[in-house]
């Protein structure tokens, strides 16, 4: 069954860092998201993208915050200068179209020190 | 009023029992309801999809959303250890992305 996945599964960085956090969606799906999830908190999200642009994005998608997908297959997530309060598990999603069900990676668990 | 409630649990029940799982929300536009389950630390696994109104049945998961009420249920029948994880709730407005409640934490003792 095809699946979404994220690389890498963990990530520890220092405060000031740039990260890029990868993902490869479903191969014919079409809307590609990032949430996060906060020890503890609700899953957020963060931004969608569809048609090699940025469809939405919430308030936590500031400037510090940018997505890209350099080629047909990964979709990536960069946080320029991270900050103590990125440390969350990012998850990326993507659907077949957007209304339909969304399909989650497994996440990449952020630490930042 | 949070968008979406879910009451955080953990919730204990022995193997064999039927659960229930409940979440309301606030968004009378919300048209599109999912439960996901979620593993600690893994990613969420798409369990039940509907759309709108009414029941959805998969084996032992039986999914209900009552709009009139803004509510919605998931049942799990002749519960396993093995669903002993945090489920979430998650809707959406048409194309809008999903808001997820807090998940319940479901612990099914053998």
């Known amino acids: 069954e095809p699946e979404v996945t994220q690389t890498p599964s963990h990530q520890v960085t220092q405060m000031g860092q740039e990260v890029i956090l990868r993902c490869v969606p479903i191969?014919?799906?079409?809307?590609f998201y990032w949430y996060r999830q906060i020890l503890g908190q609700k899953v957020e999200f963060l931004v969608s993208f569809y048609n090699n642009e940025i469809s939405e994005k919430s308030e936590i998608f500031d400037d510090q915050f940018s997505v890209e997908r350099p080629d047909g297959s990964n979709f990536t997530l960069k946080i320029r200068s991270t900050k103590l309060e990125d440390s969350a598990m990012y998850f990326c999603?993507?659907?077949?179209?957007?209304?339909?069900?969304?399909?989650f990676g497994p996440g990449t668990r952020l630490l930042v020190l | 009023q949070k968008e979406v409630e879910q009451d955080p649990g953990p919730l204990s029940v022995p193997e064999g029992a039927i659960v229930s799982l409940n979440c309301t929300y606030s968004n009378s536009a919300f048209q599109y309801f999912m439960w996901y389950r979620q593993y600690s630390r893994k990613g969420p696994e798409l369990l039940m999809y509907t759309y709108s109104s009414g029941n959805k049945e998969d084996g032992r998961f039986t999914a209900q959303v009552d709009k009139s009420s803004k509510y919605i249920s998931l049942f799990i029948r002749d519960s396993q250890p093995s669903d002993s994880a945090t489920y979430l709730c998650?809707?959406?407005?048409?194309?809008?992305?999903?808001?997820f409640g807090k998940g319940t934490r479901l612990s099914v003792i053998a």
């Open positions: 998650a809707m959406r407005a048409g194309n809008t992305p999903l808001v």
């Open positions: 999603a993507s659907s077949a179209q957007g209304k339909e069900t969304q399909y």
């Open positions: 191969s014919n799906h079409l809307y």
